[in-house]
């Protein structure tokens, strides 16, 4: 359903702008390729820095790409300009990690719920708009009356909720999830993974969650993708990759988190320098 | 004057020992004031930190945890009132002491780790500035002895080429390294107690491995205690020697980390450690905490605040 091949991008360094002129531009891609099928259900891993966050929003056309090539329900959508793109954004759709500042916080809940309905022509009314809006609130747990309310009334949980809400909202093929669980309670957080593999279920739709923490990944995702410095370093089937991880950064990945199993000699035994 | 701490309050018994502990917190109780309401958020906590030992603070946001190590560094928000409750350090009431000595407190006897590295430091100052800063104030020293003790607590917590990054500015350097200069800063004037408020929560997983390595191996060297807090019970597993979890500002469940983690613990920490995936068990469902058990612990708060409610009108009677 979406493949991509190759996909360089690189983007201008922020931390050398000099006065004058243009920043140098850095590699943060350096030829990933990745592939999913419908239905399928993939984790993004890295630490930061390591490019999955730029994979995303290359994946989603929202960053331009130095070379590579990305084929999304059969059309070639690398060369695509937004007017060609737009009905695919229906199709594709992106929840960020940061839920404040992904929603609009002078808009009730409600409205940024019904807005997509209206843009893209799948309801005929306002008053329908608002209907689905309801709708797609419920989906996803809350009740009726957070259409009234607005982002700073929510918390974190309950708007990462909304974002949700809204990817679905068009019924996509693909979501995109980038870190939505990380900053969130270990209670909240697994309301929200059930909340994803509830909506899978239901809707069929892909998912690639992009996630540092791999124990999330492990719980939900069937495939598992590792990145480190921009590129793919190990990528399979979650057993097996958890099972027997090839690449010593995935072993040290894995390694170096702390289950809550008391181990003294885990400070000190465990090397998570080896790559 | 105050109503005694209902039983869930469970400070451990059993582990009560002739000497005082470094840190002892006694029935504390903090409430926020704010547009003519009292919003109760430390219910007579109380905690025992023993030198040279490590504490885990655990809890969900809006737990308390925060406040309680604030009430420690004096830095509540002004809305916060101390309403009960004792805070002793080595032996010594801090809220009995003249504000000047508990100032000087801190830096020195009581450093602390934030979470925010890039906030803990101030982003106007080069690096140098900010570590001999410690130094000069806390310890008196000179400009050139500071500089000379700087690089050595900088080559102390691994930082290659400190001449260099004595001279850098912090957003110069990657969450990392400056929540290295951070701990070096906390360590610098050799403190009985560092407040660790979720030092690592904001690092990635092999720079958490190694910040948590170097806080231990400091922690070792010097004898310093650290009360750690965090939302992470696998990091607790790892590093701390007890841990106490909160609630709604009660502490709910404490105890050595042996005997927490192989099971005899209050339902809440159960509930947590079942909310929390594992690689290693991906088989297991991921439970949030369940309606049950959150509607009982509601009504145990409510209790507790129904019966300081009826003490404080018996009290003003």
């Not at chain 1, 002129?21 to 890295?46: C, F, H, K, Y």
């Not at chain 1, 900053?183 to 929200?192: E, H, K, N, P, Y």
């Not at chain 2, 209902?6 to 704010?34: C, D, F, Q, Y």
């Not at chain 2, 420690?72 to 350090?89: K, T």
């Amino acid at each position: 359903m979406l493949e991509a091949s190759g996909l360089r991008v690189a983007l201008p360094d922020r931390g050398h702008q000099p006065v004058f002129g243009r920043a140098p531009m850095i590699e943060i891609l350096e030829g990933v390729d990745l592939a999913v099928a419908p239905g399928q259900t993939i984790g993004l891993v890295g630490e930061s820095g390591s490019g999955k966050s730029t994979l995303a929003r290359a994946l989603m056309r929202l960053v331009p790409l130095s070379a590579g090539r990305i084929v999304f329900e059969g059309r070639d959508i690398t060369a695509l300009d937004e007017a060609a793109l737009r009905p695919l954004r229906a199709r594709m759709q992106i929840v960020f990690q940061d839920s404040q500042s992904a929603l609009n916080p002078r808009l009730a809940i409600g409205t940024a719920l019904a807005e997509p309905f209206l843009s893209y022509g799948r309801a005929k009314s306002s008053r329908e708009a608002r209907r689905l809006a309801d709708g797609l609130l419920e989906r996803v747990g809350l009740d009726a009356g957070f259409a009234g309310r607005y982002p700073h009334q929510l918390s974190g949980g309950q708007r990462q909720r909304v974002g949700i809400a809204r990817a679905i909202a068009l019924d996509p093929a693909l979501v995109i999830a980038d870190e939505i669980v990380s900053g969130l309670d270990v209670s909240v957080q697994a309301q929200v993974l059930d909340l994803l593999r509830t909506l899978r279920a239901e809707t069929g739709m892909a998912l690639v969650l992009i996630s540092h923490d791999l124990s999330v990944v492990r719980a939900l995702c069937e495939r598992v993708v590792i990145m480190q410095h921009g590129r793919v370093v190990e990528a399979g089937e979650s057993a097996a990759v958890f099972a027997s991880p090839q690449h010593p950064y995935t072993r040290a990945l894995l390694r170096a988190i702390p289950l809550p199993e008391v181990d003294p000699g885990w400070i000190d035994n465990v090397d998570v320098e080896e790559t | 004057m105050t109503p005694p701490p209902p039983s869930a309050s469970a400070a451990p018994s059993g582990v009560e020992s002739a000497i005082p502990p470094l840190l002892e917190i006694e029935n504390l109780r903090v409430a926020i004031h704010a547009r003519g309401a009292r919003t109760p958020v430390l219910r007579g906590v109380g905690l025992r930190l023993e030198a040279g030992r490590i504490l885990g603070l655990v809890g969900e946001s809006g737990g308390g945890k925060t406040m309680v190590g604030k009430a420690i560094l004096g830095v509540l928000p002004d809305s916060a009132r101390i309403e009960a409750g004792a805070i002793r350090f080595e032996g010594r009431d801090l809220f009995c002491l003249p504000p000047r000595e508990r100032r000087a407190l801190l830096g020195g006897s009581i450093a602390t780790i934030l979470q925010n590295p890039m906030t803990a430091l101030n982003p106007a100052y080069r690096i140098g500035d900010q570590v001999t800063d410690v130094l000069r104030l806390h310890a008196g020293l000179g400009r050139a002895e500071a500089r000379q003790r700087a690089l050595e607590l900088l080559a102390s917590v691994h930082i290659r080429a400190p001449e260099r990054v004595l001279r850098l500015y912090p957003h110069e350097l990657s969450g990392g390294m400056c929540q290295r200069v951070v701990i070096s800063i906390a360590f610098a004037c050799a403190p009985r107690l560092i407040i660790a408020d979720e030092p690592t929560t904001a690092l990635d997983v092999t720079v958490q491995h190694q910040i948590l390595r170097l806080i231990r191996d400091l922690q070792r060297k010097t004898g310093t205690a650290v009360l750690f807090i965090t939302h992470d019970l696998g990091v607790v597993a790892k590093v701390c020697d007890a841990v106490s979890v909160i609630h709604a500002g009660r502490i709910l469940d404490a105890g050595p980390v042996g005997r927490i983690f192989s099971g005899d613990r209050h339902p809440y920490t159960e509930a947590l450690l079942d909310a929390a995936p594992r690689y290693d068990r991906p088989e297991s469902a991921l439970r949030p905490v369940s309606p049950e058990l959150r509607a009982q612990l509601e009504r145990e708060t409510t209790e507790f605040d129904r019966l300081e409610q009826a003490a404080r009108e018996a009290a003003r009677a």
